[in-house]
């Protein structure tokens, strides 16, 4: 059996004296999509925090890619260049360009030389429908062709594992349907493995190999993608779901 990529065993997350993640626990292989779901407050995105180095957490263990995690600050600094996260928020450099945003990263962070990186941006910028936006400033253009930028530039660092928390919530509803497209697209691929935070729940039925249903900080359930949109087994997912209006 191959070593998971994503291994969380026992996490306890504290905010003074508020505990918001309690005993989380769960792996995560190569490839796959995991999708973490459950009422606002549950502590989604305090987990994805954790596992990018954005949050300490106070007990437990992550190992990522066969390497235990200890938080130090240069460890994390050399482990956000694999593993890239895409929030709500855009947080693109408004003094610089489409382009210059994305070869932040891969120039400056990963020292590679402009001259491999460019044909590479020039292709995801394709995938994603904004070629012709390189040169464009961020005041330009619309929340989702920022958050398609976002995406890229996360992607551009090649990352073996991504996180996505909620990043259509800031969205308007005719702009949400690119962005999952995006995200749909490198799910089929089974290219990226991702570890995804959404509310929108016919899309994370298409795309979940695996979903970790949280609530107060809990994992309350943790089944095939299929079978929790199926036949979640605990009343409060089924709950969750009927207030979905799924």
Request: with cysteine; net charge neutral.
């Amino acid at each position: 059996m191959s070593t998971p990529l994503l291994h969380v065993s026992h996490l306890e997350k504290y905010y003074q004296k508020a505990h918001i993640l309690h005993d989380v626990n769960f792996e995560l292989n190569t490839g796959e999509v995991l999708t973490l779901l459950g009422p606002s407050g549950s502590g989604k995105s305090t987990l994805l925090r954790c596992l990018n180095g954005l949050e300490a957490y106070q007990q437990g263990a992550i190992t990522f890619d066969g390497q235990a995690v200890t938080q130090k600050p240069k460890q994390w600094q050399q482990l956000r260049q694999q593993i890239g996260m895409v929030f709500q928020s855009y947080d693109l450099f408004p003094n610089r360009n489409v382009l210059e945003n994305i070869l932040l990263g891969p120039l400056k962070v990963q020292k590679r030389p402009r001259a491999a990186v460019l044909p590479e941006i020039q292709q995801l910028l394709k995938k994603v429908g904004m070629a012709d936006y390189a040169d464009a400033y961020p005041r330009q253009l619309s929340g989702g062709q920022k958050q398609r930028i976002a995406i890229v530039r996360a992607l551009a660092l090649k990352p073996k594992l991504m996180l996505f928390d909620e990043v259509t919530a800031s969205l308007d509803p005719e702009m949400v349907r690119d962005v999952l497209n995006i995200i749909r697209q490198l799910a089929a691929s089974h290219a990226m493995t991702m570890l995804v935070v959404t509310h929108e729940m016919d899309f994370a039925k298409q795309i979940s190999d695996q979903v970790l249903f949280l609530a107060d900080g809990q994992i309350l359930e943790q089944t095939p993608g299929t079978q929790f949109f199926e036949q979640p087994q605990t009343e409060r997912a089924q709950n969750f779901l009927a207030s979905m209006d799924f």
